[in-house]
């Protein structure tokens, strides 16, 4: 078995950490919360105190950490994981992150002699648990076949997207999707409200029709149809509107810099920029339903 360096154990991170551990990995975690360091530790872990202690030994670096910034300090920085890990030690990056970014930190990497993927995931806190995720992989097909056996589990579908980067760009396309699939179903539902259409009668409709999608079928946004869906239990996330806030303005960054055309993209964004801004971001993305309502969620 492996020894792994896992840094950033945090909603997410946790328990993919945990999930390594579980397989029989040796999983060195890190991170600023004592209480996520905790976790590791009940999971059978092993928590550190620095980056060097979780990454000299190591044979793989799994990451998780919230935005471009974070990572390239983490794996660039003075005292970074490239300064103390081994040449050849395996790298998978699993933060959403810019592509800019993710490219920049890859050929860092590249230059001291370390695979690396960007691997972002899909599937949310309880995907994370459950070793369901959706793995996302941009990088070298050496570096992915090396990753893979990690993912696998970690998650039960993974995808290389191609090279350096194209992990990332594959997570905010995806996403984009997601917000904009989420709006409309929430805003057939409202109208549907408005013209006295009973909700299981319109997802009895929907889902089997042509308006079937994930955002629909599998996380609907009212109470009922899908019990298991955020709705049912007053919007407590699995997937925050923040974090989705986050993926949106991504995309749009991402679209400025390609010069490529989103307008609905744009929209789904501002729209859930003034959610968060009302004291929201903490709440599932799905509760943007209540925003269109007109009242908070």
Known sequence: MATIGFIGLGNMGGPMAANLVKAGHDVRGLDLSEEAKAGLKEAGGTPV???AEAVSQAD????????????????????????HARPGTL?????TIDVDSARAVAQAAADADMPMVDAPVSGGVAGAAG???????????????????????????IVHAGGA?????????????????????????????KLGLDHQKLFDISST????????????????????????????PGFAAGMMLKDLKLAQAAAGSAGASTPLGAEAAQLYNIFCNAGEAGKDFSGIINFLRGKES
């Open 209 to 236: 029709a042509s308006g079937q999608c994930w955002s629909l079928t599998s996380y609907c946004p009212v109470p009922g149809p899908v019990p298991t869906s955020p709705a049912n239990r007053d919007y407590q």
């Open 60 to 83: 793989a670096v799994v990451t998780m950490l919230p935005a471009g910034d974070h990572v390239r300090a983490v794996y660039t920085g003075d005292d970074g994981i490239l300064a």
């Open 91 to 95: 790298l998978i990056d699993s933060s």
């Open 49 to 51: 105190g620095s980056i």
């Open 131 to 157: 070793g369901t995720l959706t793995f996302m992989v941009g990088g070298p097909d050496e570096a992915f076949e090396a990753a893979k056996p990690f993912l696998d589990i970690m998650g039960k579908t």
């Open 165 to 193: 980067g194209n992990g990332q760009a594959a997570k905010i396309c995806n996403n984009m999707i997601l917000g904009i699939s989420m709006i409309a179903v929430s805003e057939a539902f409202v109208l549907a409200e």
